[in-house]
């Protein structure tokens, strides 16, 4: 069975960068064909598609996103991290970490359906 655990801080000020890392057990992010994904979920809102890394390494972005994410990977830690810079109170949100992306990457709309293992979430709060 496949887990994931996203870990990070969970109070972040206004312009900072917002790093959370996502520990992945019971299977490899490098296995063929497997997608991780960083998903977040703001209050009262959907839930928003941000970053992917595939099994080979290649990135994929949300373009609502893009200028402000990034994401790596340490396969020797069976890790991958999302990067968001110059953080707003707007970026307040549970942040998931997931196996799958989206089908249609034009737009950050997902939803739980797209991914076949989720991590518990994290809640980051931005604030001075």
């Known amino acids: 069975q496949v887990q994931l655990q996203e870990s990070g801080p969970g109070l972040v000020k206004p312009s900072q960068t917002l790093s959370l890392t996502c520990t992945v057990s019971?299977?490899?992010?490098?296995?063929?064909?497997?997608?991780w994904s960083w998903i977040r979920q703001p209050p009262g809102k959907g839930l928003e598609w941000m970053r992917a890394?595939?099994?080979?390494?290649?990135?994929y972005y949300s373009p609502s996103l893009k200028s402000r994410t990034s994401i790596s990977r340490d396969t020797s830690k069976n890790q991958f991290t999302l990067h968001l810079t110059s953080v707003t109170p707007e970026d307040t949100a549970v942040y998931y970490c997931?196996?799958?992306?989206?089908?249609?990457?034009?737009?950050?709309?997902?939803?739980?359906?797209?991914?076949?293992?989720w991590g518990q979430g994290t809640q980051v709060t931005v604030s001075s």
């Open positions: 019971g299977g490899s992010i490098t296995t063929y064909y497997t997608y």
């Open positions: 997931a196996r799958g992306i989206p089908r249609n990457r034009a737009t950050s709309e997902t939803t739980r359906y797209e991914y076949a293992y």
């Open positions: 890394i595939a099994y080979s390494g290649s990135t």
